[in-house]
């Protein structure tokens, strides 16, 4: 069972910066952001693979926001710079999924979500 805790969501102004959290219990090889706006659809931001050291990105985040890990720390990082208001949403980090990465339906476990607030 792989736990998963997120943290560091709130409210911004537009151009502002946030670093998310997502704590885990270190029972993954994989982690990813994933969010999701009122009405809207889940949609995935970025991806982390341990074992080959890669990330992948959702365009619309490309060169703003960074995810990372802390091996450490079993804690992996959503660094997002330059935000905007479509930007608004809950923040989930999500584990156990495929190389299909932006698919959530692949995703086995899921935190609570952080809910970011970007206003113009």
């Known amino acids: 069972q792989v736990q998963l805790v997120e943290s560091g969501g709130g409210l911004v102004q537009a151009g502002d910066s946030l670093r998310l959290s997502c704590a885990t219990n270190g029972r993954t090889l994989m982690t990813a952001w994933f969010r999701q706006a009122p009405g809207k659809e889940r949609e995935f931001v970025a991806v982390?693979?341990?074992?080959?050291?890669?990330?992948y990105y959702a365009d619309f985040v490309k060169e703003r926001f960074t995810i990372s890990r802390d091996n450490a720390k079993n804690t992996v990082y959503l660094q997002m710079n330059s935000l905007k208001p479509e930007d608004t949403a809950v923040y989930y980090c999500a584990a156990g999924g495929t190389l299909r990465y932006s698919r959530p339906d692949d995703y086995a476990y899921w935190g609570q979500g952080t809910p970011v607030t970007v206003s113009s």
């Open positions: 982390v693979y341990y074992s080959i050291g890669k990330t």
